[in-house]
Antibody
């Protein structure tokens, strides 16, 4: 079945970077884009951008432009989200989600908690 | 402040119906399909409704969606304790060039 499995929780200090992975299985990895969405404690879902590793099409939300980088490894069916210059406000659960051609998210990763604390 | 407006909470007794509204604008709901996601406590969101009124396989017909103009609605009938969750609407905003979510609505079964 279609599945997205993310890397484990991270604790980082302010100013550091974090890299979260999202491994896909159960479908043709290069056919679908993967989006990143984060959720701060008690807050709403916040869209961060997407990557299609098949054609290297990448879009960043303007809010995170310059601080976030998406990469993909087709051989490993995995995409990565790296967020730099971390601050306390970046403490959140980060989700990856598969994007369909009809413009909705039909499968989500389990989430990765990133805690930024000195 | 969210681009899509949802009520913070709704509640009803088991077996009853709740309706969750999602209000947007011509650049988002008025211009594209709406999706709804259910997020049980401590879990990832799950697709409930896509293309405004379609259910993925496995989603019971107690959940239904509709859209009119710049607003969308999610109805849950025959409410069950397992439906207690946060529900988010989402769609693409062509003016902002971002995918936008509502602030979420917490459903409580009394």
């Amino acid at each position: 079945q279609v599945q997205l499995v993310q890397s484990g929780a991270e604790v980082k200090k302010p100013g550091a970077s974090v890299k979260v992975s999202c491994k896909a299985s159960g479908y043709s990895f290069t056919t679908y884009g993967i989006h990143w969405v984060r959720q701060a404690p008690g807050q709403r879902l916040e869209w961060m951008g997407w990557i299609n590793a098949g054609n290297n099409n990448i879009k960043y939300s303007q809010k995170f432009q310059g601080r976030v980088t998406y990469t993909g490894d087709i051989s490993a069916s995995t995409v990565y989200m790296e967020l730099s210059s971390l601050r306390a406000e970046d403490t959140a659960v980060y989700f990856c989600a598969r994007w369909t051609s009809d413009w909705y998210f039909d499968c989500w990763g389990q989430g990765t908690l990133v805690t930024v604390s000195s | 402040q969210s681009v899509l407006t949802q009520p913070p909470s709704v509640s009803a007794a088991p077996g009853q119906k709740v309706t969750i509204s999602c209000s947007g604008s011509s650049s988002n709901i008025g211009n594209d399909y709406v999706s709804w996601y259910q997020q049980l406590p401590g879990t990832a969101p799950k697709l409930l409704i896509f293309e405004s009124n379609k259910r993925p396989s496995g989603i019971p017909d107690r959940f239904s969606g509709s859209k009119s103009g710049t607003s969308a609605t999610l109805d849950i009938t025959g409410l069950q304790t397992g439906d207690e969750a946060d529900y988010y609407c989402g769609t693409w905003d062509s003016s902002l060039s971002v995918y936008v979510f509502g602030a979420g609505t917490k459903v409580t079964v009394l």
